[in-house]
């Protein structure tokens, strides 16, 4: 399975952007969806997670998005989505997504080190 994350781009505050996760081949929906994001000098910091059918499909988030950011997933396209709205000038940074074994525990999903497949990253920069 390879990734290619698309969507990022320049916007406002306040405004929205949706990024999308394509994934090739057959067996998107048997992982775990994440999307992490990363600054100059820090490291990949945990956004959103999608846990696979096999698992439930909860998603999960981290704080500083909760309630603005939206992970979803169409496992019949094997694609996966990020949609962010209300963006701050700290959510600028460029953004990943990454798959996850199925078996992977809940306690580890916001856990880069979870995630074995990556795909190349999408700049993301808000304006202020």
């Known amino acids: 399975v390879q990734l290619q994350a698309s969507g990022g781009g320049l916007v406002q505050t306040g405004e929205s952007l949706r990024l999308t996760c394509a994934a090739s081949?057959?067996?998107?929906?048997?992982?775990?969806l994440g999307w992490f994001r990363q600054t100059p000098g820090k490291e990949r910091e945990f956004v959103a997670a999608s846990r696979p059918p096999s698992r439930g499909g909860s998603t999960h988030y981290a704080d500083s998005v909760k309630g603005r950011f939206t992970i979803s997933r169409d496992n019949t396209k094997g694609t996966g989505y990020l949609q962010m709205n209300s963006l701050k000038p700290e959510d600028t940074a460029v953004y990943y997504c990454?798959?996850?074994?199925?078996?992977?525990?809940?306690?580890?999903?916001?856990?880069?080190?979870?995630?074995?497949?990556w795909g190349q990253g999408t700049q993301v920069t808000v304006s202020s």
């Open positions: 990454a798959l996850a074994p199925q078996s992977t525990i809940l306690s580890s999903i916001a856990s880069a080190r979870a995630y074995v497949i």
């Open positions: 081949g057959d067996s998107f929906r048997a992982y775990g």
